[in-house]
């Protein structure tokens, strides 16, 4: 993730953040078990990873499954985990097809063997792709992902590798999950709740956020498109005044 801040004129994200919030309560409207609502939030994901290609958007990271999430009914675990190495089975292909590379961010040392067998294959076939950029955060929490930097930052130190003067913003940035990648624009929340649920709580130092009440089985290119405009909308202005970012691209009023 670069350390400089984005453009101010940035018309369009290049990296995109989603919790996909509202399988449970969608499935609840259907009359079904919570389960059904996470397989039917599939299509959602197609969705948005389509429309993320098709705009030239370089990053879609996506909150699959929370490091808290271990703590759901072991039912509704088990089918999440089932879901994933399906997704992971029926998808990749497709993805790689498109030029998408795809990576899993997160604790993956939690997952069984068979799980992170499909998750190395998956990202060694797809890694010379360039087109977009999918994460998918998977046992992930933002707080984990600064205590794991750190963590290996403080090893270096204890190596005698790196001198405690020389960690700044961006030596850190560099060892947290999302380091290669430019900084989250826009974050999307879907299903109504209006926080950010310990996802890369660094990463979205400067991210605008969108929460939209839409759950998310029903989510599609035409809700991403609305969330899209909103950020388009926004002067962004990272520190600087409204008269500042005008006149740095050139606007009068």
Known sequence: MSSTLPSVNSSMPKHVAIIMDGNGRWAKQQGK??????????????????????????????????????????????????????????????????????????????????????????????????SLVLNIAANYGGRWDIVNASKKIAEKVQAGELALDNIDESLFDQHTALSSLEEVDLLIRTGGDCRISNFLLWQLAYAELVFTDVLWPDFNEQYFQQAVQVFSSRQRRFGLTGEQVESSVGVTC
């Not at 948005?48 to 990053?59: D, F, L, N, P, T």
Request: proline share 1%; glycine share 6%.
């Open 33 to 130: 078990l919570r389960t059904f609502g996470h397989k039917a939030g599939v299509e959602a994901v197609r969705a948005s990873v389509r429309y993320a290609r098709e705009q030239g958007i370089k990053a879609l990271t996506l909150f699959a499954f929370s490091s808290e999430n271990w703590n759901r009914p072991e039912e509704e675990v088990s089918v999440l985990m089932e879901l994933f190495t399906f997704v992971l089975k029926s998808e990749v292909k497709k993805l790689n097809r498109n030029d998408v590379r795809l990576r899993v961010v997160g604790d993956t040392s939690k997952f069984g063997a068979k799980l992170q067998q499909l998750i190395e294959k998956a990202e060694k076939l797809t890694e010379s792709n360039s």
